[in-house]
């Protein structure tokens, strides 16, 4: 068997791995997938221009998100639904996070309860909300993620709808009778909040104390008013291809933000993260961490919490080599000056 040394190989891997319907709700998108592929494709847009002969001994790759220490810039985007990859699921996944030293944010659509989820791991946790149109499921979660020990609440924006995954549909899949969202009963309709506006972060203010996070901002005008609700941090995304289709890919969507927010609050991004010198262009571009999705989905399905540890572990080395053969002995040093865009 060969020595896996990139994330693409634990792509094959699961794909070769998990029946044909998980794999398939995994890496669809929606629409024509514009948006799924050109998150990955708009990373090879931007070259880095290294600089030689400066001494970089070690490469230190901690950071601070929300203040919270992280041994790397790479954090594990909230996922639903992982029963389908792996009968541990996301106690696997978050054990593996925190086993890499690094931060795992639970989806609301988790099949696994979010208390399960803070017992299985020992490192930090954030949780992910929507906005359900009963109220009442919304605020309960966030008090419980509070009791659990979750440092923030992550607010996803992109969804007043789930988006159609039509590759999913045509074949019409359905999941296994097993796989059921594990923080609510089967009677709790969790249809979300199409009408929701901005008033969402002044009624979540009147819950809870802990940081709020805007997930799904692609302009410039978003940030900006994301700002203005209070958020202390905007995560840069399109949910990796899966809501609007033809939505800008994140990478370009990036720039805008940064300069909107002005360091205001801190931005992070996910979507097409697939190597460690993407992490570095996405940290050039002035993200302060990113967030990977697939990728530690994929380290899931092939080796559980060993694999999902290994994805990130792959990702540290790979960025660590961008580091040292940049000129960059800390991730301070990765600035604008570095990135071209052709
Ligand atoms: C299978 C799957 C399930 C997802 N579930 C959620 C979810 O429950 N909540 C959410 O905010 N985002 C969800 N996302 C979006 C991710 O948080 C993230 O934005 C996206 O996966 C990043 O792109 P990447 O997969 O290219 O890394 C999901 C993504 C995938 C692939």
Not at 31 to 45: K, P, S, Y
Not at 55 to 77: E, N
Request: net charge negative; aromatic share 8%; glycine share 8%.
């Amino acid at each position: 068997m060969e020595t896996i040394v990139q994330v693409s190989q634990y792509e094959e891997l699961a794909r070769s791995r998990v029946d044909e319907a998980a794999w398939c709700y995994i890496a669809s998108g929606t629409g024509r997938e514009q948006t799924l592929r050109g998150n990955v494709a708009a990373f090879e847009q931007f070259w880095l221009r290294p600089r030689v002969l400066v001494p970089t001994a070690g490469c230190d790759m901690g950071t601070t998100v929300l203040g919270t220490p992280i041994s790397l810039p790479v954090m594990a985007a909230p996922t639903g639904f992982q029963k389908l990859l792996h009968p541990a699921g996301e106690a696997a996944s978050a054990r593996g996070t925190g086993l890499a030293q690094t931060l795992y944010v639970a989806s609301s659509s988790a099949t696994t309860s979010l208390e399960e989820i803070a017992s299985a791991t020992s490192g930090p946790l954030w949780f992910q909300l929507y906005m359900y149109k009963e109220r009442v499921l919304s605020e309960q979660l966030v008090r419980r993620a509070e009791q659990a020990g979750y440092r923030a609440i992550v607010v996803t924006l992109d969804t007043p709808y789930y988006g159609r995954k039509e590759r999913f549909a045509r074949k019409n899949y359905s999941f296994p009778e097993h796989i059921a969202k594990a923080n609510f009963s089967a009677e709790q309709d969790d249809t979300v909040d199409s009408e929701m506006g901005w008033d969402i972060f002044d009624w979540l203010r009147t819950i809870t104390d802990l940081p709020l996070l805007a997930k799904g901002i692609l302009t410039a005008e978003d940030a900006e008013l994301a700002v203005q609700h209070g958020v202390a941090g905007i995560i840069v995304s399109n949910h990796g291809g899966r809501q609007l289709d033809a939505a800008l890919p994140s990478v370009l969507a990036l720039p805008e933000v940064v300069l909107a927010v002005q360091g205001r609050v801190e931005v992070y991004l996910d979507g097409g993260i697939r190597s460690g010198t993407d992490v570095f262009k996405a940290l050039a571009l002035g993200a302060r961490a990113v967030l990977v999705g697939r990728p530690m989905l994929w380290g899931l399905a092939v080796a559980g919490a060993q694999g999902v540890t290994h994805v990130f572990d792959i990702l540290r080395e790979e960025l660590q080599y961008a580091m040292a053969l940049s000129g960059c002995p800390a991730l301070s040093a990765i600035t604008p000056s570095l990135i071209k865009h052709q």
